[in-house]
């Protein structure tokens, strides 16, 4: 989760106002006023400087929750479904290599065939694969997951947060 300060910073210059710890294991903010209110309403919040998407993350003013663990979960699903894609990716062009290697040494099943009839089976035996399911799936519950955490906070914000 976060391991770092989370910086504060002005809506319309974006300098930084002051770095905040972070929230309790169970989400609370250590530094809430009296009337819960947290000291970064009203501003925007980021974990990082690297413009990733998520980040950075406007809290509406008087606004009481610590959204920043939702938005990391998000972050860290979609990271997730990212991998699962690229790692699906990488198996379906080994399968084209590998159908491509076995037509070169004249298999009979693949000998004639041209190159796109070529990539077109092994695209075939790849999502067919016990493995190719596997990451597609993977793939699919990560973005569905990280879909329902920003789901959740576009309805505590009033659709506020930025759609990735």
Not at 23 to 31: E, H, I, K, M, T
Not at 104 to 130: F, K, N, Q, V
Request: net charge positive; aromatic share 8%; with cysteine.
């Amino acid at each position: 989760m976060i391991t770092r300060g989370i910086r504060v910073l002005d809506p319309t210059t974006g300098a930084l106002i002051r770095v905040c710890p972070g929230p309790y294991p169970a989400g609370g903010c250590p530094l809430a006023g009296p009337d819960g209110v947290v000291p970064c309403a009203g501003f925007l919040v980021t974990v990082d400087s690297t413009g990733n998407h998520h980040w950075p993350l406007r809290i509406p003013a008087g606004y009481r929750h610590c959204d920043v663990p939702w938005n990391e979960r998000a972050r860290d699903y979609l990271r997730t479904a990212e991998t699962c894609r690229r790692r699906w990716d990488a198996g379906l062009s080994k399968e084209i290599t590998r159908v491509r290697t076995l037509a070169a040494a004249h298999d009979p099943r693949y000998r004639r065939m041209s190159d796109h009839e070529m990539r077109a089976t092994a695209l075939w035996r790849w999502r067919l694969s016990a493995a190719g399911q596997a990451l597609r799936r993977s793939e699919q519950k990560a973005q569905e997951r990280a879909d329902t955490y920003l789901t959740f906070l576009r309805s505590r914000h009033g659709d506020d947060v930025p759609v990735p």
